[in-house]
């Protein structure tokens, strides 16, 4: 079964730096074809899709939030970390992690986690 | 940037068809992907690679592109289907994600 579960803080003052951690199991980001993503939903608001990794390490970013947005992977750790420099208010929202890919199996998994959510303010 | 296009709202009666759109132009050259998400709940994916069903999800719901248009469409909608739906691609480089704005489905 695979699971994931985004963690980190539920405050932070505005022009801080966020560090989001998604911890997985019961898959290999190591995987051919598999991939990581983040994405974020402002309450009342759409989803907005901000950066993925994939497993070969390939990165992508938001082209609007790409010069404050670092994605990285620990697959020895199962896990992807986000971080976000310079937060506003307006980066209030909820985090969102996800897997998809095709599996060695060459079963399609798309997987998200619950989600956790941050706020910015002073 | 690339941008997907939805409308806003659709709204249904139990039982009929509703179908939701999402424009782009990539999307002749991109797969799309709709998500489902009731309140308060992670989105889950219904259809990928534009009509592709997940297992588990019921067979009422099947998509379709056409063009510069996706379609979700929901054959015989539950009162259990109301929430938001989201189409899912990439621009034609197929590295930047970007959602649509979500259509909130109404059936009642």
């Known amino acids: 079964q695979v699971t994931l579960k985004e963690s980190g803080p539920a405050l932070v003052k505005p022009t801080q730096t966020l560090t989001l951690t998604c911890t997985f199991s019961g898959f290999s980001l190591s995987t051919s074809g598999m991939r990581a993503s983040w994405i974020r939903q402002p309450p009342g608001k759409a989803l907005e899709w901000l950066a993925r990794i994939d497993w070969d390490d390939d990165k992508f970013y938001s082209t609007s939030l790409k010069t404050r947005l670092t994605i990285s992977k620990d697959t020895s750790k199962n896990q992807v970390v986000l971080t976000m420099t310079n937060m506003d208010p307006v980066d209030t929202a909820t985090y969102y992690c996800?897997?998809?890919?095709?599996?060695?199996?060459?079963?399609?998994?798309?997987?998200w986690g619950k989600g956790t959510t941050v706020t910015v303010s002073s | 940037s690339y941008e997907l296009t939805q409308p806003p709202s659709v709204s249904v009666s139990p039982g009929q068809t509703a179908r939701i759109t999402c424009s782009g132009d990539a999307l002749p050259k991109k797969y799309a992907y709709w998500y489902q998400q009731k309140s308060g709940q992670a989105p889950v994916l219904v259809i990928y690679e534009d009509s592709k069903r997940p297992s588990g999800i019921p067979e009422r719901f099947s998509g379709s592109s056409s063009g510069t248009m996706a379609t979700l469409t929901i054959s015989g909608a539950q009162v259990e289907d109301e929430a938001d739906y989201y189409c899912?691609?990439?621009?034609?480089?197929?590295?930047?994600?970007?959602f649509g704005g979500g259509t909130k489905l109404t059936v009642l």
């Open positions: 899912y691609s990439t621009d034609s480089s197929g590295n930047l994600g970007v």
């Open positions: 996800k897997i998809d890919g095709y599996n060695g199996w060459g079963h399609y998994m798309d997987v």
